[in-house]
């Protein structure tokens, strides 16, 4: 989600910022702080007593990020995973709650710009694939073990892949032979399995997608994360999701239906609305419709096309 390195050009900037409606005085968390195009807007609209704290799980991004912001002292940053989002913000809160929260999901523009990441079929490198390439194993390690039953299952699920089972059964056969440890290897390999073609999509585009998912745990992840968003927002703080993936968005609209919707055999219960709220511990509700970015944003920045913005609202009183 630009082109050289270190450059970043963030979706649904204008939608984004409308969403959390930033207070000047408000404290906000960046929970995927890439390289800061949406810390940067968030920053532009907060007066002088306004906080963000922002975490990523990239060094690179982390590291960029404090030479990017030096001067910046009302941001805060930190390596971590956002699955840890509550234990790693916690200690640099300056009151009990936030008033906003912004995820913005999927790969970085430098991140699948610089090859040696080998996040992207078009650009030659070892297979890695790894958000934190300080944590975990590259992918080129999973597949080299993974049975052909474990291959298929991820990318027919995560990738949604018709051919996963032809995948699968190439891999498996190829590294018979030598191990894989090129994308442009791996890229190639699946393009000669798929038999058809989708328009305008490399044939190893849902491959790599899921192999990246993965390996980065990224649906348990944010499942992990949203389930802590709640206990840190404030009475009417903002939760603000961009999701790039069907599989992303299904849980995020999922997440926010689960705490916008009481439990339908509470409905015949002589209930006050206040009991029946604190009975079916109804916390959040959607903010207007999911938002997708303009043609002019897509012509702009192709890497916005799968984007899919969904935004909620802590309710006044709600109890977690």
Request: charged share 25%; proline share 6%; aromatic share 4%.
């Amino acid at each position: 989600m630009g082109g050289v390195l270190d450059e970043h050009t963030p979706v649904l900037v204008e939608e984004t910022l409308a969403a959390l409606a930033i207070r000047p005085a408000g404290l906000y968390i960046d929970a995927t702080f890439g390289r800061g195009g949406h810390s940067e807007r968030i920053l532009q609209a907060l007066g002088p007593q306004g906080r963000l704290i922002a975490l990523d799980r990239d060094p690179e991004a982390i590291a960029a990020g404090r030479l990017r912001f030096a001067q910046e002292s009302r941001l805060c940053l930190l390596h971590a995973q956002f699955a840890d989002l509550a234990l790693s913000v916690r200690p640099h809160l300056s009151r009990t709650y936030c008033d906003g929260i912004l995820f913005d999901l999927g790969v970085s523009s430098p991140q699948l710009d610089e090859a040696e990441r080998g996040f992207s079929f078009g650009r030659d490198g070892p297979i890695d694939m790894r958000m934190d390439p300080t944590r975990g194993r590259p992918v080129s390690s999973w597949l080299a073990q993974a049975s052909r039953d474990e291959i298929r299952r991820v990318i027919g699920t995560l990738g949604e892949e018709r051919f996963a089972g032809r995948i699968a059964t190439a891999i498996v056969r190829a590294r018979a032979v030598q191990p894989l440890t090129r994308t442009a290897e791996l890229a190639a390999l699946v393009a000669r399995a798929v038999p058809t073609r989708e328009g305008g999509r490399h044939p190893a585009t849902r491959t790599f997608q899921a192999l990246r998912m993965h390996v980065n745990d990224e649906l348990p992840q944010l499942r992990s994360a949203l389930e802590q968003t709640v206990p840190l927002l404030s009475s009417g703080g903002r939760l603000a999701v961009i999701a790039f993936h069907s599989l992303e968005d299904r849980l995020v609209k999922q997440f926010i239906r689960a705490r916008a919707q009481p439990d339908a055999a509470l409905a015949t219960l002589p209930l006050s609305e206040t009991q029946a709220r604190a009975a079916a511990r109804l916390t959040l509700r959607a903010v207007g419709r999911k938002q997708r970015p303009s043609a002019q944003e897509i012509a702009a920045n192709p890497r916005a096309r799968s984007a899919l913005l969904r935004v909620a609202e802590r309710l006044a009183g709600s109890d977690t």
